[in-house]
């Protein structure tokens, strides 16, 4: 009897299994997928269903298993997408029905070429029909206030007039490509917020007035590009080009599209273009798609180095340790055109575009890491080669020069007031160190311009071009050597990138190790006793460049030779005090007239350390004490200001503050030593210029003989007058220089006599 | 009458005890889960297999041809167009969408055409079809990109240059289809406006996994083994004949003896 009742048990349980489900009935699936464009997580699904059996999310897609049977039908719900449903009459048995997960709202791809002063709509596009009566509100979350807003249709659309492009970009070149930066473009941020069963929804919707340019030549297809010519025209296109190619700039087809305030162009094929104006005038542009690019710049014969020291540069690996590391919030959506190649939004072949081919979603990205994303990705994530040199073929050698302007990193690096980098760095005299056209050829360009401090002569501007300034790259070596990257690895991109730059022989044992920072503004504030003068041999392009950069480069200049110590310490046997004089120097430097070259250039770093000086009747060193060597830093120690109001980058400004000197000083300055090296300076060179008006000693001749005991006393006082801040770098020592000087030239210089 | 009555109650309330003992509302929600592979342990007993074309072969030098045919399973739906592939081999053998790793072919016609087809790595390659097994020879580091991973579908090797290129030579032996089948179809790579891989319907196109009598049945350097054109094991290293010493190359691997 008992072993009846246990077999009628089993049997209703096993009964029961098979009516729950729990048989071997087979499982039908629903896979849903979902356009990346609608930014929705599929992470945030619920499934309803009385028969699903599991849910699974792998790779941007939703797997529903279901058992059999008429209580098969589900409803999937996802935040920001219309509810899904699904019918058991769809279903069958081991099958695999296919569905697409609609946003509740589809305001299309960002808007990144709007165009300047150019109106603009964003449409919520509803996807069922709950949404096409539920209203939508919008903010304005990012970028400059838009004019002519106007927000209808239940707020499911908008519309507004990007400024113009005087506004947001400004000046213009003569003739050329026109750079935008990333702030330039006037990107905005909408925000559009609806209620939908009782949840707020938010979606962030970006439109710009145009694509951000780095005013190279290698552009990418299918981008608005700005520029400036008289009556540009298309002379020539590549096979597969729609371009209108014009004989004559009067024809009435110009793919070319003026405009009041600046024409533009859309190179809308891989290939060459050259535009020309009716001046002559031409300009070429090599036309590329990002994911169509080799990178195989790293060939033996070519940038192998670069290449090697690059996969492991911080630039290069931002995306990877964003998405395998700690970034939280929204990344990568919030960082994709900067932690990536390419500008999303536009089918330029970039990261985005191709993301979308795999229909991976943002969301979908921080799931994947990035190890596990498709290879055409990797190739597109992080800041690698194509994201500061551009897509296509290698431009041309008159067009590389513009690699070397601040245009370049701006496109991510000037996105005021979050990254305020460029526009600090505007704000300095660095960038308009170049401003005085003379400044740009010679020995002035070693230290006045970008291509003259690295040693690239290949790299010079063309007659005409625009100032450039110290730029990003003087500073910054964003192909550092394999032994820099490693030395950084885990650092900031800061630190990581900072242009290990040899310390002067001037200030050889004076500089702490706490100064690292500061090391790359030493050779050019510091005084060079071989290579000092605008008439003297140095050139920029030959052993000067101060960075040895060029040896990065493939040239064959080492960093030994191209070092400015390289005058000085090959002084050899000379003691380390005699070899740092002017005087000793210019006896052992015999390719150098003893009269040449001699007067000393921006010595605030020479004051800083408490070198430089000379004795004047002896020739022997004059060193003092450097009080502020202790400052952590460095120079950028102290000269870390710039404007107010920026997130990151405002010391890029390099304006000294004088908020800690108060805790040593109790003056901050003492006007009267600047004064009296003036006064010294007229006196000796029959000047009376006020202060304003009297230039650097280093532009002017006649030059100083430090060979004679009157020479040297002026070059002690050059070293002063030189460094307009003498007085607060190292008062002690400026003292102690000008004490020197005057015991010479005081009573010369009373008798009106000049330096020869 | 009453018998009638007590059977209906009996029905109602076996359903009752059914959906309470079930446990199930109407409506309720699973937990979501977050899967890239699924694991097929019993797909094979041994190992090295692979999947070639649409089929799943293992070799072994127990058999006859050194190659025969095992069941391959995989999921019961499908992520992608793709298919699956499995990856791994023996109790590590998983598989993954194809759609991970390539996007799906876009179809115009006759021809379909793979934006971005399948690479050994992140690289720079070149690549060619081979009777619907794909060879690549190359896999210089890409500039700018840090280290990834290789692509788990690529059997890869150093390849054997006379001429002291320090090249890998990698092989597919299941490239991706527009079905998934690699029969019927002929496809190439073209790397003249970006790399895409096209693949156009053609009945005459000798494929691996072609049924099969004997070897002469099958392309140059197949075998016929359970009754189907299989390659033998894969030990890339060529790209051309040059590369071998005194055999010729066939699908990336230096096979037999010219002579």
């Known amino acids: 009897m008992t072993r009846a009742w246990q077999l009628v048990v089993l049997g209703f349980l096993g009964a029961l299994h098979v009516a729950c489900g729990g048989g071997t009935a087979p499982s039908s699936y629903v896979v849903i997928d979902a356009a990346p464009e609608g930014a929705l997580d599929l992470a945030t699904a619920k499934v309803d269903g009385a028969s699903v059996r599991a849910v699974t999310l792998s790779d941007g897609k939703l797997v529903v298993e279901q058992s059999g049977g008429e209580d098969a039908s589900l409803t999937i719900r996802v935040d920001g997408a219309c509810p899904l449903h699904v019918d058991a009459k769809d279903l069958s048995p081991a099958g695999t029905v296919r569905r697409h997960l609609a946003p509740f709202f589809d305001f299309g791809k960002p808007r990144m070429d709007v165009g300047f002063g150019k109106a603009f709509e964003l449409v919520a596009r509803p996807g069922c029909a709950d949404a096409e009566h539920t209203r939508v509100t919008w903010n304005q979350t990012g970028g400059r206030a838009l004019d002519g807003l106007v927000i209808d249709h239940e707020g499911r659309r908008l519309t507004a007039t990007m400024p113009s492009f005087a506004t947001l970009v400004g000046g213009k070149p003569d003739f050329g490509l026109v750079p935008v930066s990333a702030g330039a473009r006037g990107e905005v941020e909408l925000t559009a917020t609806w209620m939908y069963q009782g949840r707020t929804v938010t979606r962030a919707v970006r439109a710009s007035a145009a694509a951000r340019a780095r005013g190279l030549p290698n552009v990418a297809v299918n981008t608005r590009l700005y520029v400036v010519g008289d009556e540009l025209h298309v002379q020539s296109a590549p096979d597969g080009s729609h371009a209108a190619v014009q004989a004559e700039p009067d024809d009435s087809h110009a793919k070319v599209e003026a405009a009041p305030d600046v024409a533009s162009f859309v190179p809308d094929a891989p290939g060459v273009f050259t535009l020309a104006d009716r001046h002559g005038r031409t300009l070429r542009l090599f036309a590329g798609r990002y994911e169509d690019t080799p990178l195989d710049c790293g060939r033996s014969d070519c940038h192998a180095e670069i290449a090697v020291s690059a996969r492991s540069n911080p630039m290069t690996t931002i995306l990877q340790r964003g998405l395998d590391g700690p970034f939280a919030g929204d990344y990568p959506s919030c960082a994709l055109e900067c932690h990536a190649v390419g500008e999303p939004g536009l089918d330029d072949g970039g990261f985005v575009s191709v993301a979308a081919r795999f229909g991976l979603a943002p969301a979908d990205l921080r799931r994947t890491g990035f190890h596990d994303l498709p290879a055409p990705l990797r190739r597109l994530g992080g800041v690698g080669c194509l994201a500061c040199h551009g897509p296509g073929t290698i431009a041309e050698p008159g067009g590389r020069d513009a690699l070397l302007r601040a245009d370049v990193c701006a496109t991510c690096h000037d996105a005021p007031p979050r990254y305020g980098h460029v526009v600090a760095w505007k704000s300095s005299r660095m960038a308009h160190s170049d401003a005085d056209p003379r400044t740009r050829d010679g020995a002035c360009a070693r230290c006045h311009t970008t291509w003259g401090f690295l040693g690239e002569r290949a790299r010079k501007p063309p007659e005409g071009a625009a100032p450039s300034g110290i730029a990003c790259a003087a500073c910054h070596s964003v192909h550092p050597t394999k032994a820099e990257t490693e030395s950084v690895i885990g650092a900031t991109c800061a630190a990581a990138l900072r242009r290990e730059t040899p310390i002067p022989a001037l200030l050889e044992g004076a500089v702490p190790a706490s100064a690292d920072k500061s090391r790359t503004c030493l050779s050019c504030h510091t005084p060079d006793p071989a290579n000092a003068s605008p008439t003297g041999s140095a050139s920029p392009t030959g052993s000067a460049a101060p960075t040895g950069s060029a040896a990065s480069t493939g040239s064959a200049a080492s960093t030994a030779s191209a070092s400015p110590t390289a005058g000085a310490s090959s002084t050899a046997g000379a003691s380390s005090t005699a070899g740092r004089s002017p005087a000793a120097s210019a006896s052992s430097t015999t390719s150098a007239s003893p009269t040449a070259g001699r007067s000393p250039a921006a010595s605030a770093a020479a004051l800083w350390a408490g070198r430089g000086g000379v004795e004047p009747g002896t020739g022997a060193a004059l060193d003092g004490g450097s009080p502020h060597g202790a400052v952590a830093g460095g120079c950028v120690g102290c000269h870390a200001s710039g404007p107010t109001g920026l997130g990151r980058g405002s010391g890029h400004g390099f304006a000294a503050s004088s908020d800690g000197c108060a805790t040593c000083h109790a003056a901050k300055s003492d006007p009267s030593l600047r004064a009296r090296a003036l006064g010294l300076w007229a006196a000796a060179f029959h000047s009376n210029l006020p202060e304003s008006a009297t230039p650097p000693p280093h532009t002017m001749p006649p030059e100083i003989d430090t060979t004679t005991a009157r020479g040297r006393a002026l070059w002690d006082v050059a070293l002063v007058v030189e460094d307009p801040a003498a007085d607060r770098h190292n008062a002690p020592y400026a003292r102690a220089l000008l004490d020197a000087a005057e015991r010479v030239l005081s009573p010369r210089t009373r008798a009106g006599k000049g330096n020869r | ?259």
């Open chain 2, 1 to 259: 009458m009453t018998l009638s009555v007590l059977r209906q109650s009996f029905h109602v309330v076996m359903a009752l005890v059914v959906l309470t003992a079930c446990g199930r509302a109407p409506e309720r929600v699973l937990p979501l889960a977050i899967q890239t592979a699924w694991p097929m342990p019993d797909v094979e007993e041994r190992a090295p297999c692979a999947d070639v074309g649409d089929l799943r072969a293992c070799w072994s030098a127990s058999d006859a041809a050194g190659v025969h045919i095992v069941t391959r399973r995989t999921p019961p739906f499908a992520l992608s167009s793709l298919g699956f592939r499995i990856i791994g081999t023996g109790k590590t053998a998983r598989a993954v969408d194809r759609g991970r790793a390539a996007p799906e072919f876009v179809c115009d016609g006759d021809v379909c055409r793979q934006a971005h087809p399948r690479l050994p790595d992140d690289g720079e390659w070149e690549c060619a079809d081979f009777a619907a097994i794909v060879v690549c020879h190359g896999g210089a580091a890409p500039a700018g990109v840090p280290p990834g991973a290789s692509d788990a579908g690529y059997v890869c090797g150093p390849r054997h240059s006379r001429d002291g290129k320090a090249e890998r030579v990698c092989v597919d032996l299941s490239p991706d289809t527009p079905k998934g089948i690699a029969r019927g179809e002929r496809c190439r790579f073209d790397a003249e406006n970006g790399l895409v891989r096209d693949c156009r319907k053609d009945g005459t196109a000798q494929s691996v996994t072609d049924p099969c009598r004997t070897a002469t049945d099958c392309a140059s350097g197949l075998v016929c083994a359970s009754g189907r054109c299989l390659p033998p094991l894969p030990a890339p290293s060529c790209w051309a004949d040059n590369d071998c010493d005194k055999s010729s190359c066939r699908f990336g691997s230096c096979v037999g003896d010219p002579t």
